[in-house]
């Protein structure tokens, strides 16, 4: 097994995770969507099942080449929502910083897919991340800053650090969240020196896992998860319910308890987001709140994610409870945003 990040088709194809005769259209694929997979996720994938659900999440698909009508670039609106670059502030208690726009592995059902990768919009400038860090100063309501990208754990621990104690500097931020796959996909990255630079914020520092199948969950990825708890983060999850990956009661349940035996508080299940090309990924919003009856049935209360979809047009978060949501026809729905504005879905 290779021992070295896959970042191309060819890449793949040396290591026999997809054949030779993938290479024209996937070729045509990697020219739009970046590709990268660890050691770590490489060595989960199983060769002899076409239906893995770990390879569903990292090796590019032709279907990925099939784009929905209603899918767009910016499917959550972050752009409308960027007074600076680097920052989107949808909410006004907490903030987006997007550090990076590079990870050690690309999901293929990303939302940020066209705006991530080597193709994509790039790191943060000194200037960029002063300005940004000097509108978080601004906002006296910004109570939380979201560091997210891209993956912001592939930057070195000096950069984490000295982000960290820009932070710290500013009274009204009380909370440090962190989105990652990094412990999930290259759980040798969590070094004491990293750990060290998250928690010179003098911050509360919440960690948000992101790993959609119980395979996932590795004893490593257990033992680089419980070094962060030791340290002192509070560790949560994230996860995206997708067919073929995770979409029944059973997988749920194995997921959601591996989180709470690792010590992560299980926190979000998203439904896919409208990004180009991931159509093969959706699940109705009725399927999904089948599956989350199902799961109630199954599991603790301590497994119950909150089931969240992200409205499209920078609408915000809607949490998908039996009141939130109507079926007005087929596959399209009526769903009432934070503000009980009503919007149609997709």
Same mark, same amino acid.
């Given at each position: 097994?290779?021992?070295?990040? #896959? ?11 997809? @054949? %030779?005769?993938?290479?024209? %259209? ?30 569903? =999440? ?39 910083? !997007? ?15 066209? &705006?991530?990768?080597?193709? @994509? ?9 002063? *300005?940004?860090?000097?509108?978080? /100063? ?22 984490? =650090? ?8 500013? +009274? ?27 928690? =010179?914020? %003098?911050?509360?520092?919440?960690? $948000? #896992? ?7 969950? *590795?004893? +490593?990825?257990? /033992? ?6 030791? $340290?002192?983060?509070? #560790? ?12 029944d009661a059973d997988t749920l349940a194995e997921l959601m308890r591996a ?14 987001? &409208? $990004?180009?090309?991931t159509s093969h990924f959706r699940l109705t919003i009725a399927e999904g709140?089948?599956? &989350?009856?199902?799961?109630? /049935?199954?599991?603790? @209360?301590?497994?119950?994610? =909150? ?18 949501? !109507?079926?007005?026809?087929? +596959? ?7 503000? @009980? ?6």
């Amino acid at each position: 097994m290779a021992d070295q990040p #896959l970042r191309s088709v060819d890449d793949l194809i040396k290591a026999e995770l997809i @054949g %030779e005769n993938e290479r024209a %259209e996937l070729s045509a694929l990697e020219k739009r969507y970046a590709i990268a997979l660890t050691p770590s996720v490489a060595r989960l994938i199983d060769r002899d099942d076409p239906d893995d659900p770990i390879a569903a =999440q990292y090796l590019p698909r032709v279907d990925e080449l099939k784009e929905h009508p209603d899918e767009r670039a910016d499917p959550i609106g972050d752009q409308p929502h960027s007074p600076v670059e680097g920052i989107v502030h949808r909410y006004p208690d907490r903030v987006l910083l !997007k550090l990076v726009h590079v990870c050690p592995v690309y999901c293929r059902f990303c939302f940020r897919r066209e &705006m991530v990768g080597p193709q @994509g919009d790039g790191n943060l400038t000194k200037q960029q991340l002063a *300005t940004a860090i000097d509108y978080i /100063a601004s906002q006296q309501r910004v109570w939380e800053v979201i560091l997210t990208g891209g993956d912001p754990l592939i930057l070195s621990p000096r950069r984490l =650090q000295d982000v960290a104690e820009r932070l710290s500097k500013i +009274e009204h931020v009380k909370i440090l969240r962190i989105h990652t796959r990094v412990p999930a996909v290259d759980p040798a990255r969590i070094s004491d020196e990293l750990i060290e630079a998250l928690i =010179q914020s %003098e911050k509360l520092v919440y960690l $948000a #896992l992101h790993a959609n199948h119980p395979r996932e969950l *590795t004893s +490593e990825v257990r /033992a680089a998860c419980t070094r962060l708890k030791n $340290a002192g983060v509070v #560790l949560i999850s994230q996860s995206v319910l997708l067919k073929g990956v995770n979409d029944d009661a059973d997988t749920l349940a194995e997921l959601m308890r591996a989180f709470v035996e690792t010590g992560i508080n299980p926190y979000y299940l998203h439904h896919p987001d &409208m $990004a180009p090309g991931t159509s093969h990924f959706r699940l109705t919003i009725a399927e999904g709140q089948a599956l &989350m009856r199902q799961l109630r /049935a199954r599991v603790s @209360g301590l497994c119950i994610p =909150q089931y969240i979809l992200d409205l499209p047009g920078g609408h915000g978060k809607v949490a998908l409870g039996e009141n939130a949501w !109507k079926e007005v026809a087929p +596959e399209r729905y009526s769903i009432l945003d934070r503000h @009980g504005m009503e919007h149609l879905y997709p």
